[in-house]
């Protein structure tokens, strides 16, 4: 803001510019994280920035928004928070917590051998603490992120934790477990409205005695 309006003007141009280019980007728009929001977001309020400018105004809050949404934009940490299905040894845990199996956007089922392998091994890993952690039945509690309808995204929830209950019921027999959904109230990781977010399509299962 303490620039010029000619200075301040090209700075807020090369983000929208750069902002129009990522969302329009093939590999932007289909990444699974948060890169093609915020550039949606940095084109619309660098756009209404300028167009304040071209009236010789500086507007603080489309200028702020600017570049705030530019910024979150580039920033590479933001987008992968956790690995949500790396394969591999399923960490060991305590009896209390709850083990988690990660799912693809808009997706009630992992997709793709990686992972199906994860979620099988998070399945394997929960059938045999099950007697040494005394667990007599499980909560299943299906989770979304924010991308979708709250109405959508409990529907969404719940057919993930269907899905994991029947994995359970078969690799645990004669335990029950309580299909949940959560939909989108409970993230793991906050995000603004809209986001698609890895680490918040997931599954708990919950062991109880």
Not at 172 to 186: F, I, Q
Request: hydrophobic residues 35%.
């Amino acid at each position: 803001m303490a620039l010029d309006n000619g200075s301040l003007r090209s700075e807020i141009q090369m983000r929208f510019d750069a902002a129009l280019a990522a969302s329009n980007e093939t590999g932007v728009v289909a990444a699974d994280d948060t890169r093609y929001v915020w550039a949606n977001e940095a084109k619309a309020q660098c756009g209404i920035a300028l167009g304040y400018l071209k009236s010789g105004t500086k507007d603080p809050v489309s200028v702020g928004k600017c570049a705030r949404a530019y910024d979150l934009m580039q920033d590479t940490t933001r987008r992968s928070p956790i690995t949500p299905w790396s394969a591999g040894k399923v960490v060991d845990v305590s009896c209390d917590d709850p083990k988690l199996i990660f799912f693809p956007w808009n997706k009630a089922a992992p997709e793709g051998e990686e992972q199906i392998k994860a979620t099988n091994e998070v399945i394997s890993y929960v059938a045999q603490k099950a007697g040494p952690c005394q667990w007599n039945s499980f909560e299943v509690i299906g989770h979304a992120d924010l991308s979708g309808t709250p109405a959508y995204n409990v529907k969404l929830a719940k057919e993930r934790a269907d899905y994991v209950t029947g994995l359970l019921e078969t690799a645990v027999p004669g335990k029950t477990a309580t299909s949940l959904s959560r939909g989108e109230s409970e993230p793991r990781i906050p995000t603004e409205d809209g986001v698609r977010e890895p680490g918040n399509r997931r599954v708990e299962i919950r062991g109880t005695r």
